[in-house]
C-alpha cells in the first residue's frame, strides 16, 4: 500500500492528468467513449464556461440521460447511476452543467489563487472541489452529489437557520476552499447549482440516495489516537501525501495546476472550520476511499486504523477559520465531534475533538430534555 494514498480527501490521480487540457474557445467535450465513462475523466472545455447572465432561476427541468456503472449500494443492490454531462447537447443547458463539472474537478485552474485573472480568485488554497467530492462528486461514499439538490432548502444547526444549495455552496468556499464567497449571481454560482441538479435528476425531495455522504463505522469506545495515527500515516501515506502532508504538486507553486495528491493539512489545505476537520465524517471518507483506489465494499484500512490516521490528520496546523464562536448558534445543535466550541455540555475540547462521542450525546440528550434548560449560547 506504500504507493497508494492512504489519507483523506485525495484527488484522483487520473483526473490530475486527464483534465489537464481546456479545448480553445468553441470547442466542447467529446462524448464519452462507453458507458463506463465518469465525469473524474472528462475532459474539460472552455465552451462549457456559460454566459455571465445565467441564473439559477433559469435552470430548466432538463432530463439527463443516465449511464449505470457496475457499483452497486446496500442488501437491496441499488445500482449506482452517475448521469453522463457529455451525452448533454451544446446548448446553454449542457454548457452550464458541464462548467460545473470543470469547476468541480479543476477548481484551482478556474476560480483559485493562482489563475492569471485576479478577479476570478474565489479560492483560497489550490484544491479542487473534487478533493472532498471524489470523481468530481459522483463517487459512491466518496461524497457524491447525487440527490444533495434536492435536500435544499433545509434547516442548517451550523447557521441556526433555514439555507439554500448556494449558502451550502458558498460555507465550502469559505471553509474547505479556505477562500470568499462567490458572486451570489455569477456564473460559477450558476453552474455549481445547475451540475448538482444535473447529478441529483429524478431524486425525490425528502427521499433517501443510498451511497450519499462518506459511509458508517463503528464508533470507537476510546479516545482515537493522534500517535498511533501517525504510525498508521508513515506506513501507508507518505508516498502520496509526504511525510510534511503537504502533498505533491503537478506542477510548481504559482501555476494553477493545483496538485496530484493534495495537502492534507499547511497552509494550502481546508481551514478548520471545514467538515472535514471534524473526525468523525474524516474517518469515515478514510475507511471508505482510502488509500487511493479503495471503495467502500473492501475498504483497505481497518476501522481503528481509520479512527487514529483521521486523528492524526486533524491534529496537525492548518488555516484558521476567523468568528467560529459564532457557528452553531443554539449550542445543543453542535455536534458532538466540532472541534471548537463554546459548549453546552462540560465535556472537553479534547473529547469533542477526539471521542468517545457516545457520552457526549447522551448528555446532550439528557439537557435536551429539561424544558428549563437554556440552549442557545
Known amino acids: ?111 483559485g489563487p493562482e489563475v492569471a485573472d485576479t478577479a476570478h480568485r474565489f479560492a483560497g488554497n489550490n484544491l479542487a472541489c473534487a478533493s472532498c467530492h471524489l470523481e468530481a462528486g459522483t463517487k459512491q461514499y466518496g461524497l457524491p452529489f447525487q440527490g444533495v439538490y434536492a435536500d435544499f432548502p433545509n434547516y442548517r444547526a451550523r447557521s441556526g437557520a433555514v439555507g439554500t444549495i448556494e449558502d451550502r455552496i458558498q460555507g465550502c468556499m469559505t471553509r474547505s476552499m479556505n477562500g470568499k464567497p462567490l458572486p451570489p449571481a455569477g456564473p460559477e454560482m450558476t453552474a455549481l447549482v445547475a451540475y448538482m441538479k444535473f447529478l441529483s435528476d429524478g431524486r425525490l425531495v425528502g427521499a433517501p440516495t443510498p451511497g450519499r455522504g462518506a459511509g458508517r463505522m463503528t464508533e470507537l469506545t476510546r479516545a482515537a489516537d493522534p500517535a498511533r495515527g501517525k504510525e498508521i500515516y508513515e506506513q501507508n501515506c507518505v508516498a502520496c501525501h509526504g511525510t510534511n502532508g503537504l502533498g505533491q504538486r503537478v506542477g510548481e507553486a504559482g501555476d494553477a495546476q493545483g496538485y496530484t495528491f493534495p495537502p492534507l493539512w499547511g497552509d494550502d489545505s481546508f481551514n478548520d472550520g471545514a467538515g472535514m476537520d471534524r473526525l468523525i465524517g474524516a474517518a469515515n471518507f478514510i475507511h471508505s476511499n482510502m488509500p487511493n483506489g479503495t471503495t467502500w465494499q473492501a475498504p483497505a ?71 428549563s434548560k437554556a440552549v442557545t449560547q
Request: net charge neutral; no cysteine; aromatic share 8%.
Open 301 to 371: 484500512l481497518s476501522e481503528q486504523d481509520a479512527w487514529d490516521v483521521g486523528a492524526y490528520m486533524q491534529s496537525q496546523p492548518r488555516p484558521q477559520k476567523a468568528n467560529l464562536d459564532r457557528d452553531y448558534p443554539v449550542a445543543l445543535q453542535r455536534p458532538a465531534d466540532s472541534g471548537y466550541g463554546p459548549y453546552a455540555d462540560s465535556f472537553s475540547q479534547q473529547q469533542h475533538q477526539l471521542g468517545p462521542f457516545a457520552p457526549i450525546r447522551a448528555r446532550i440528550k439528557e439537557l435536551l430534555s429539561q424544558p
Open 1 to 111: 500500500m506504500a504507493n497508494m494514498m492512504a489519507v483523506a480527501f485525495g484527488t484522483v490521480a487520473a483526473a490530475g492528468v486527464a483534465l489537464a487540457a481546456f479545448g480553445p474557445p468553441g470547442s466542447r467535450a467529446p462524448e464519452a467513449a462507453s458507458a463506463s465513462s465518469s465525469p473524474a475523466t472528462a475532459r474539460p472545455a472552455a465552451a462549457n464556461i456559460p454566459p455571465a447572465a445565467a441564473s439559477a432561476a433559469a435552470l430548466p427541468a432538463t432530463s439527463p440521460t443516465p449511464v449505470a456503472v457496475t457499483t452497486v449500494s446496500g442488501p437491496a443492490q441499488t445500482p449506482w447511476v452517475i448521469p453522463d454531462a457529455d451525452k448533454l447537447p451544446d446548448d446553454a443547458w449542457g454548457r452550464t452543467v458541464r462548467y460545473g463539472r470543470d469547476l468541480v474537478a479543476k477548481t484551482y485552474a478556474l476560480i
